[in-house]
């Protein structure tokens, strides 16, 4: 089996050591990794965010482990340039449409919730986000009005079979759960949402033992602070995912604790965690491995079938929380390596 280790910026190759740390600790038979360069990184060797052996390591990789891209140097650089083209590039490329982002908030870590304890202890959802279109993949521009301005536009669009195909995973995700999906939108507004309403309401009819509700994105960031115990599995799309899921995150303690899985349609998946490339605190020591470590138990169970060893990691985890681990995010002060050595210590119980 093959993991492509794809660390990126930042942050991201200090949480995708420890992950590896704690994947090797395992001792799995037969896991084997492979490093590329992506983001501002390969940018600044390569002259390109996402260089072809990269691209290709992704493609003949089993899975993909992914730390972070974004690097402030390259902000002003051409679009096409920049590190986050990187990412959106393998999602593309590789059609892993189906982001599955895990919100739930593990019991020691109440108090560092943004919410009240007793809000936040019902935290539970899991938000199934499109990945591979909407007003990040269309046509997108700078151009001058009539009047001589200067207009930015990005153009917001879905069609039927891109909605159906995360509907279906919306759906099926929320079967392996409590049978509870919310279709996330703005159909108030927009044609987009409209379109991704109607094609909700017509695959349930497949999926009769799930009950569906629908919601407006801004109700919904205010239900999920108000009573995030309500959702069981959200589905939306990719903006409204990429929001929700940073808001979700606060409601589960911290950014840092937020895993992902981005799937394809045959189980071939990126793992990454939900946070960035965290430039203020990159090279210090701070960032918080467990969402990262977390991905990897993700890309144990979703590719490589390992669901055994995926379940060892999560409970190292809680039991490293348990014992009291706190990284700086969380309100303590442990270190990213002293967050991996409190993992690999709790496996070994
Ligand atoms: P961010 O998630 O990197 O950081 C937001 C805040 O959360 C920062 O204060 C950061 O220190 C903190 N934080 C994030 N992860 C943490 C961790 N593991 N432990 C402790 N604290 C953590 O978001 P941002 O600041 O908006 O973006 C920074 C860069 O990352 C940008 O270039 C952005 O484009 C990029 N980005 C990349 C990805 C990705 O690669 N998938 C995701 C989000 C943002
Ligand atoms: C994420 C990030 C990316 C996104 C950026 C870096 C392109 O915010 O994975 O959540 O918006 O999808
Ligand atoms: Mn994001």
Redesign the pocket.
Known sequence: MLVALLP?????PE?IVEAVRVLEALDIHGLIFEEAPI?GAAYKEYGHPLPDKTLDLAKRADAIL???????DC?ALERHLR??QA?LGVRKELQLFANLRPANLFPELADASALRPEIARDIDVMIVRELTGDVYFGEKGMRTTDDGLRQGYDIMAYDEAEIARIARAGFETAQARRCKLCSVDKANVLETSQLWRDVMVEVSADYPDVELRHMYVDNAAMQLVRDPGQFDTIVTGNLFGDILS?LASMCAG???MLPSASLDAGGKGLY??????????AGEG????L??ILSAAMMLRYSLDMSQPADRIEQAVAKALADGLR???LGGSATTRQAGDAVIAALAH
């Open positions: 990126g910026d930042g942050i991201g949480v983001g992914f730390g972070a891209v974004g690097d402030p902000d590190p986050e990412i940073d911290s950014i840092g990454e965690p939900v946070h960035g490339s965290a430039p203020d605190i701070k960032a918080n491995p969402a990262t990284t700086a995010d």
